[in-house]
């Protein structure tokens, strides 16, 4: 059998399976099962697919008819140019959250604080767009801090990234001049509706913190003015119909220039505001 045979075979095998794109994901997975990059698949196609590599691809498609998601299959996803570790414990990094990154990128900081980093992609995107900053990621979860950990490591960002286990503020002191979160917010009723891939496949704690979904930004808003220096920032990714309930909460916490920024596809996508203060005296010690 080659690669060819093989990949037009899963193709409507993923089809029966509901999955989205399954021309797409039977290539990857193939090229993953061969060990070779996704842009050198065409050229390996007519050529005889190893018993080895038949059964990796065997199981993947597999997997995948099981509606697990790709960048779990094949441990890696790509983020801001870069490319992450992934595992069940942390969610999947989205082209979304990227907004957030370029926003946080847009003026200079020395040190930020990532809440509920996951893989880290925000905070070691951010870290690999600021060369001289240093930054802190927390998550409740010890086996995503390893995942993240693992990613510093691979991306050589370890020596200016530390991690630490923490819900919300509850081991962090010191103060930073950027303090970015991609949080929990999903409201509970909202879960039923989430396709397969994520509902029972990506961990429940990084998606949704029950009730109307808001609950992670409450903690946020509190928490936030004792980690952050005058003039610093504070930015939050949201739901797109989520930026006037999460914009309220900041402002009523005290914070300036409150806004709303949108992602590529025009929806609402980051909270933004500031604290009060000199906004020179943001990077002081």
């Not at 409507?12 to 061969?34: Q, W």
């Amino acid at each position: 059998m080659t690669g060819a045979e093989a990949l037009r075979a899963a193709i409507p095998r993923l089809t029966a399976a509901g999955v989205a794109d399954p021309a797409r994901d039977a290539r990857l997975l193939l090229a993953h099962a061969m060990g070779i990059p996704p842009d050198r698949l065409t050229l390996s196609l007519p050529e005889p697919l190893g018993e080895d590599a038949a059964d990796r691809y065997a199981a993947a498609i597999a997997r995948r008819i099981a509606r697990q998601p790709v960048s779990q299959i094949t441990g890696r996803r790509l983020f801001w140019g870069r490319s992450f570790r992934v595992t069940r414990d942390t969610l999947d990094p989205r082209p979304e959250t990227e907004a957030l990154v370029a926003l946080a990128l847009e003026r200079p900081f020395t040190k930020m604080l990532d809440l509920g980093t996951g893989t880290g992609c925000i905070l070691l995107s951010c870290l690999g767009g600021m060369p001289f900053a240093t930054g802190v990621g927390t998550d409740i979860s010890p086996a995503a801090l390893a995942v993240a950990e693992e990613n510093a490591q691979s991306l050589d960002l370890a020596k200016r990234a530390r991690f630490a286990q923490s819900d919300w503020f509850s081991n962090i002191s010191g103060r930073f001049d950027l303090i970015v979160s991609n949080p929990p917010y999903i409201a509970a009723a909202e879960m039923a509706e989430l396709s397969p891939e994520v509902r029972d496949w990506e961990p429940h704690g990084a998606l949704t913190p029950g009730g109307d979904g808001l609950d992670a930004y409450r903690a946020i808003a509190r928490g936030t003015g004792a980690r952050l220096m005058a003039g610093g920032r504070l930015l939050l990714e949201i739901g797109p119909t989520q930026g006037a309930a999460v914009a309220a909460l900041l402002r009523a916490q005290g914070f300036d220039r409150v806004g709303v920024r949108q992602d590529l596809d025009g929806r609402d996508r980051v909270v933004h505001a500031t604290k009060p203060g000199d906004p020179d005296d943001c990077g002081a010690a």
